[in-house]
Nanobody
Framework: QVQLVESGGGLVQAGDSLTLSCVASGLTFRTHAMAWFRQAPGKQRDLVARITSGGTAQYADSMEGRFTISRDNSKNMAYLRMNNLKPEDTAVYYC?????????WGQGTQVSVSS
């Protein structure tokens, strides 16, 4: 079965950086688009960034410039580099994969940013 496992979350201070990782198994990774979503308490799950199978990245307006999504098809890995973190970035971050829409999800990793 398909599994996506995120790692790299934690508690950091405002202005710090973090890199989240997502390892995928059970799917043909190179053919799938990958994405990162986040969900803050009491809020809906929002798209942070996505990257096509060909490596084209797109970002939510508020994330562009601070966040970078990337992928390594040789390792079945996707990454989210987050710079200059702010308290409002506090959320559970989810990795997702799909061919047409987001069919597969990870369990999430918590990112908490203190002021």
């Amino acid at each position: 079965q398909v599994q996506l496992v995120e790692s790299g979350g934690g508690l950091v201070q405002a202005g710090d950086s973090l890199t989240l990782s997502c390892v995928a198994s059970g799917l043909t990774f190179r053919t799938h688009a990958m994405a990162w979503f986040r969900q803050a308490p009491g809020k809906q799950r929002d798209l942070v960034a996505r990257i096509t199978s060909g490596g084209t990245a797109q970002y939510a307006d508020s994330m562009e410039g601070r966040f970078t999504i990337s992928r390594d098809n040789s390792k079945n890995m996707a990454y989210l580099r987050m710079n200059n973190l702010k308290p409002e970035d506090t959320a559970v971050y989810y990795c997702a994969a799909g061919l047409w829409g987001w069919s597969y999800w990870g369990q999430g990793t918590q990112v908490s940013v203190s002021s």
